[in-house]
């Protein structure tokens, strides 16, 4: 058992680190929620399996200055750490990755909308199914129905860096080339249609800032531009143009950084698919530097270099 | 008396047609995959079966609020001179609120203190406040993370409400709490409604029974959250995961902080007020760069302890929190308020106190 094997790993670690960031049950039978460990006793309260879904990776660059964290990462959370280490923000010395092969997550978004938001009594898993109860009696979902979008196109269910491994490594069985078949399909529409999306869906947004708070590599977070009045380059209206120019921001100092753990999508209250604006740009640098984000850890981002000459770049050759 | 009124399911738009056409209707409404308080037409699709997204209080007190225009004037003859000119933007029209949920309704009255029951009530929370009817419905199941009955509230509680909508097999039960609610009752459409009250009583206790209760407000609970006031360790182990966004109280019925900020461009501009978030950095910065809640455990601290000890303090012992469980359902990592309180209520120190 795989829990088994964790909770034997985390009680290993624990002596020699500040805290082991795992998860536990939340409030109810359906939210898991971040767990940080100090005491050994606290380890049999460690949970895992598809409710397991934040990226834990997040709270990494935060803690690893003046501490020793262990944290359980999953294979898409590891993309995350992998580009914390290329881009020099977290102290390798001071960070145990636990790394969790993993064959997929839920939607906990996709879960309540298929039962009418009610709350959740108990919720059991059984291979590609889950099956959750409420005072209406037992729903059974197939896992493929309920997963967030990142798993159907999951290219590394095996973290790509650990220094525990907690269960078996698992393969890949989706295809590589249709990853961004989504980003594909929506180009298809026209510039007026894709307006027209992107106006109504942003139209939702409260400024809440959930998106950017736990989006890993959202950096200058309490420096944002989004509430600084100097430079004054946004004003705290709520209308179109400014929930806009926050989001390009928001995409834009991702390119070539987004490591596609789609935690702004789960994360927003008003259910915009932020991710998808991430994840064109993220296309786009594929394409242009032949570059993925926290793939490799010795990789460096095509923002962070200069090549006179970029191979794919036109525009450059003088 | 309460006026009561029956209407057939099917006869829903028909009313909802006939209110708007008489001030402006919000109704929780379809939008994406969420579901959000919206000025009713016939091209929106009203939803009714789980509580709207985002609570009604951005009705009454806007997310964005313009409070007035200014132009500065330089005088021709005299250019050092320059005089300005405001206009004040108070223009409100009555409006009805249908489907807000009780802990939505019991905000209102949360907001009221501060805002409207003071000897310098907001001018714009007022007239907004006093020209809104709220037509509620009482809630048919409890939600995720909820907790109502905790903070002395009710799946179907009448304080702060107009009318009581309760949702019957094939219709609903409308019952008039208020003098507005009971103008509003005088629409034809509405049948005798006084047989089917007994329904309405036993679905109001049965919904009840199912909503999570986990904690009770007691008589020194004021007094014991403020007792932690200066144990960081607390604080810092119950904020550990918060990500210090501001979904929790931009989703929160009762949060009414806010920022005021001029807008402008060459010689004119705006004095906008919007939402603001204790739970954000920039909240209690200060000119001088000095922050006293620089860390996110004293933020959150200042969130629970508002609602908890501080807001009860000044308002004899009112809870500032109405328990809809919009902060836990929506919160990126869970964290738990009702959670944060209980452990509060529980905590002794080393000493056993």
Partial sequence: MTIERLKEIVHKVLPDVDVVIGYRQGFDALHATPFFITKPEEVDELIWGPLCVHNLAAYLPSLTKNKKIAVIVKGCDSRTVNQYLQENLINRENTVIIGIPCSGVISVKKVLKGLGDQPIEAVSGDGDKITVTTSQGDKALSLSEVSPDKCRTCQYPTPLIYDHLAGDPISPDKPAESVYDDVREFEKLSLGERWHYWETELSRCIRCYACRNACPMCICQDKCIAESRDPHWMTQRLNGTEKLMYHMIHALHLAGRCVECEECTRVCPVEIPVAKIKKKINMEMAELFGYKAGVGVEDTPPMFTFKVDEEKIEEHEL | ?353
């Fill in chain 2, 1 to 353: 008396m309460a006026k009561l009124g029956y209407l057939p399911k099917e006869k829903l738009t028909a009313l909802l047609e006939a209110l708007s056409k008489e001030q402006r209707l919000f109704v929780p409404c379809q939008a994406g995959d969420a579901v959000l308080f919206q000025q009713y037409d016939a091209t929106k699709t009203p939803c009714l079966d789980r509580p709207a997204t985002t609570p009604p209080k951005g009705i009454i007190f806007p997310q964005d609020d313009t409070l007035f225009t200014f132009t500065y004037h330089k005088d021709a003859e005299d250019l050092k001179k320059v005089s300005v000119e405001l206009k004040e933007n108070l223009d409100v029209a009555p409006t009805i609120i249908f489907g807000a949920r009780p802990c939505d309704a019991k905000g209102f009255l949360i907001y009221d203190r501060p805002y409207t029951e003071t000897d310098t009530p907001d001018p714009y929370y007022k007239k907004r406040r006093d020209m809104t009817a709220i037509m509620t419905l009482a809630c048919p199941a409890p939600s995720p993370g909820c907790f109502c009955t905790s903070v002395g509230g009710d799946p179907a509680d009448k304080d702060g409400s107009d009318v009581l909508i309760t949702q019957l097999e094939s219709g609903y039960l409308f019952e008039s709490i208020t003098e507005k609610g009971e103008t509003i009752l005088q629409n034809s459409l509405f049948e005798e409604g006084s047989s089917y009250q007994e329904q309405a009583q036993r679905t109001h206790e049965a919904v009840a029974e199912l909503v999570r209760k986990p904690f009770q407000v007691t008589e020194e609970l004021t007094q014991k959250v403020l007792s932690l006031f200066e144990n960081d360790s607390f604080w810092e182990e119950e904020a550990n995961k918060c990500i210090s966004c501001g979904a929790c109280t931009y989703l929160c019925p009762t949060c009414y902080c806010f920022n005021i900020t001029d807008e402008q461009a060459g010689s004119s501009g705006e004095r906008i007020r919007t939402w603001d978030a204790c739970m954000f950095y920039h909240f209690t910065l200060e000119a001088s760069g000095h922050n006293p809640r620089a860390l996110k455990h004293q933020r959150l601290k200042n969130r629970v302890g508002h609602k908890f000890s501080y807001y009860p303090q000044k308002y004899d012992g009112a809870i500032a929190c109405c328990g809809c469980g919009r902060c836990v359902r929506y919160c990126p990592v869970s964290v738990d308020i009702s959670e944060i309180v209980a452990h509060a209520q529980e905590y002794t120190n080393d000493h056993g106190e």
